[in-house]
C-alpha cells in the first residue's frame, strides 16, 4: 500500500487509523496498532472476518496483540489441528462451541501473522442470518434527551426496548456508509456495544445469561431520522437502510473482556459526539439477553445492540446530521475503532 496515499489520525488508546482509500468502493484495511489486552492464555482472542482483496473469498482469522493477522486455517494446516469449524465461516465457529475458540487460540499462536493493511477487514459476520436486535432508551441521559427532542413525557421503561435492524445493514468496519439524499437527508450516529450470542438458547435466566454470550464488538446503529418520524416514530425502517450498521473491527472473545468497564466514545470528523462507560447502562447485559430470550431462541451469531448514550445528533441545538465526506468513528477501548466515510450515491 503506497503510505502517499494514507492520512493518519492518532487516538487517545493507541489505535492509528488510515485514511480510506481515494477511489476505492471498497475501503482497506488501515494501519491499526491493537488497543493493549492480556487474556487468560496472552493475547486476548480477537477473531475477524476478512479478505484478501475485494473479490477473495472470506476467510476467519485472529488478530495479535503485535497487530499481525493470522489466518486460522492455513495456521491449523501447518500445526497439524484438525478444525472443528469451517475456517471460512464465522458463525461456524461460534456455533462450534468452548472447543472451537480453543482451537482458534492455538492457531493464533502457532500461525504466520500478516499485515492487516493486506488484506480488506469485513464485519465480523458479514451475512447475519437474522437481523440485528437492538435496544432502545438505554442510557439515562440518552433517554431525557430523547423526552426532550421529541416533547415527549413518557416514563422510563421498566423493560429493554427491543428492535432490530435489517440483515442489509451489515457494514464493514472501515467501508462507506451511502448517503442517498433521495431516501435520507438526516442521518444520525449511535455509538453502541454489540454482543455476539455463542449458543442456543430460550428462557434463559439473567444468572445463566453470560454463558451464552461470545464475545463483544462495536456497532453503530446509524439512523435516518427523516424516516423514523416518517414512520409514526417507529424504529425499524429508518434504522434499516443497507449500510447502515456498521460493527466491527473484530469480536474480542467475551472471557477475554470486563463487558460493564469499557469507554464508548463516538466522533464526526475527530470531535467527540459521545462518551460513555457501559457500567452506566440501565438495563445490563443479563437482563438483556433474559428478557429477549423470553418465549424466544436466541442463536449462535446473533448480534444485540446494547443501546446507545446521549449526544446523538438530532438532540443537539441545533439537530446535526450526517453529511457526505464526514468521517464517523466509534470506539470502545479494549476492543477497537471502526472507522466510516459517509459517501454520496445515486441508487
Known sequence: MDNARRSFLRLGTGVAVGSLLAGSSHAATPAISVPPLTGPGGDAL??????????????????????????????????????GFNPSDMVSLIAAGPGAVAQARRCAAAG??????????????PVPVRNTYAVGWNYLEHFDESLSAHASKAKLPKHPVFFTKDTHTVNGPFDPIPFNPAVSIKIDWEGELAVIIGKRGRNITEADAMNYVFGYSVINDTTARDIQLDHGGQWFKGKSLDGHGPIGPWIVAADDIDYNNLELTTRVNGVVKQHINTRQMYFKIPRIISELSLGMTLEPGDIIATGTPSGIGAARHPPEFLKPGDILETEINHIGIIRNEIKLVTT
Open 112 to 125: 504466520d501473522g500478516m499485515s492487516l493493511e493486506d488484506v480488506q477487514l469485513m464485519a465480523p459476520i
Open 46 to 83: 480477537r477473531l475477524v472476518t476478512y479478505r484478501s482483496n475485494v473479490a477473495g473469498t472470506p476467510r476467519v482469522g485472529a488478530v495479535t496483540g503485535h497487530g499481525t493477522l493470522v489466518d486460522l486455517g492455513q495456521a491449523a494446516s501447518k500445526a497439524g489441528i484438525e478444525l
